[in-house]
Nanobody, 124 residues
């Protein structure tokens, strides 16, 4: 069983930065792709970005491209989401998820393990 935990969320002003982390202390996901998704109130969960098992393939949604950066440390079994130039529309609960595949996608059904989410609020 994978027990993913996200951390690093909080309240920040527009233009600011936050760094989210995703970790599992009980089981490695070093051979799996990992994705980040977000869900704002009343909206569907949307893809933010993903990283492949070895970090050589990273994809982003157009809405965050150039502002967000995903990285991973396979030795520490962690994945990070660096969020810069934050906007009020980035406000959401952010989730990390482990893919069934080595190369992750933007498709929710490709992911079988999810964290509990962390709230990110960007004030204008």
């Amino acid at each position: 069983q994978v027990h993913l935990v996200e951390s690093g969320g909080g309240l920040v002003q527009a233009g600011g930065s936050l760094r989210l982390s995703c970790a599992d202390s009980r089981r490695t996901f070093s051979n799996n792709g990992v994705g980040w998704f977000r869900q704002a109130g009343g909206k569907e969960r949307e893809f933010v970005g993903s990283i492949s098992w070895n970090g050589d393939n990273v994809s982003y949604a157009d809405s965050v491209k150039g502002r967000f950066t995903i990285s991973r440390d396979r030795a520490k079994n962690t994945v990070s989401l660096q969020m810069d130039s934050l906007r009020p529309e980035d406000t959401a609960v952010y989730y990390c998820a482990v893919s069934r595949r080595a190369y992750a996608s933007g498709v929710v059904k490709d992911y079988n393990y999810w964290g509990q989410g962390t709230q990110v609020t960007v004030s204008s």
